[in-house]
């Protein structure tokens, strides 16, 4: 088989760690160039090479994004793919508003004008070269209202809206994949939870049984029937494997897109 990645130009956000991290490291082993930026600038150091080049980049920060794509179309010559991946997740209820306005505020201009800012910095230079390919990192948390997730599922919301509707304005020159996954444990994002209780409208019923996977996923003797991708039981996506399905969207012909997927572990406890 072919491997379509080998010599196109993507640029990850939010590539310091987690999932950006992998997808970074990845693409750049299977032959990609890849433009990895991050707020985070000294953890992006051990990422740099041949195939990378790196930057602190807030994708808060229109002119700073414009900045990173034109170092990277200075370097490769092109921008073939963006991954808008950086995001954050603050869970509160409206009753937690005194602690959590503050996070929120801060998810609604990383999770909604981070990936317009993404979209923007790349779009003409698309455009000019007759082709591209936007990812964008959505969440089975837009998809539906869920009770504690108000803000965040709204953010990821406003993606699936930003996303088709680039897709249909810029058919023939674009592509368009929005990605959605589930809980991915790994990735840190559980960290910007406000209010724990606030992940257990998500889950419903399936809350007990769900934390005693984790336990038991996350504890000293971990199973295999939960743990391993060649199970059917497996019950909480890795880093790594969900940058390998996201890379498998863009690993593709120029004419073939993948526009729209959800990504999880086949025994997870996600209701959405």
């Known amino acids: 088989m072919l491997n379509h990645l080998e010599g196109r130009t993507l640029i990850v956000t939010g590539a310091a760690g987690g999932f950006g991290r992998e997808l970074t490291m990845q693409a750049a082993a299977r032959g990609a160039n890849v433009g990895a930026c991050d707020i985070d600038e000294p953890a992006l150091a051990d990422l740099a090479g041949d195939r990378t080049i790196t930057g602190g980049v807030d994708v808060t920060d229109l002119g700073a994004m414009r900045s990173f794509a034109t170092r990277v179309t200075e370097r490769f010559g092109a921008i073939d793919v963006i991954i808008n991946n950086a ?20 998810c609604i201009d990383i999770n909604i004008k981070g990936v317009l800012h993404g979209i923007i910095a790349v779009h003409d230079q698309m455009m000019a070269q007759g082709r591209g390919h936007v990812v ?18 709204a953010t990821k919301a406003a993606v699936n809206v930003l996303s088709e509707s680039l897709r249909q ?4 020159a674009i592509k368009v994949t929005t990605i959605r996954p589930t809980g991915v444990p790994g990735t840190g994002l559980a960290a910007g939870v406000l209010n724990p209780e606030a992940i257990d409208p998500v889950l419903g019923t399936n809350r007990a049984q769900f934390y005693d996977k984790m336990t038991r996923i996350f504890g000293a003797d971990p199973p295999a029937d939960l743990t391993s991708p060649d199970s059917i039981g497996y019950a909480a ?10 890379l498998h969207t863009i690993d593709q012909p120029w004419g073939v897109s993948i526009s729209d997927i959800t990504i999880r572990a086949s025994n997870d406890d996600y209701l959405m």
């Open 87 to 106: 995001g954050v997740m603050p869970l509160a209820f409206y009753a937690d508003h005194a602690m959590a306005a503050d996070a929120w505020s801060r």
């Open 136 to 153: 964008n990192i959505s969440s089975v948390f837009g998809n539906h209202p869920v009770a504690g997730s108000a803000v965040y599922g």
């Open 169 to 172: 304005e810029s058919l023939g």
């Open 237 to 246: 996506m890795s880093p790594a494997l969900m940058a390998e399905q996201v």
